[in-house]
């Protein structure tokens, strides 16, 4: 297969892997792989609700912590969570991105 979806353990979402360049597929695959990608696509605002819901309690722990060395590792994690749904805020947009394309060609 000229392509798959694989879990990207970092995001904690399927996305897509191509093993050439987007114009190289057909019509028909092309809309085959945005059909499959749209259903995990769906599963993107849900896993930022979730990181959002980490990145409030990181805050509020760290709002109660006195100690630097564990402040600065909940800073540092709650970067690495909102760096996290900045990239998944990317994968929900490319399909729209892929579809506006189109429309202009």
Known sequence: MAYQFQLDQRLGIYIPVLDRDWEAYSVAEQAQ???????????IPG???????????????????????????????????????????????IQEETQTEKTHQ
């Open 33 to 43: 792989i945005l059909k499959q990608w749209e259903q995990y696509r769906s599963d």
């Open 47 to 93: 896993r930022i609700k979730e990181l959002e819901r980490l990145i409030e309690q990181k805050q509020e722990a760290l709002n109660n912590e006195s100690d630097f060395e564990r402040s600065c590792q909940l800073n540092d994690e709650i970067a690495e969570l909102a760096s996290m749904i900045n990239d998944l805020n990317i994968w929900f947009r």
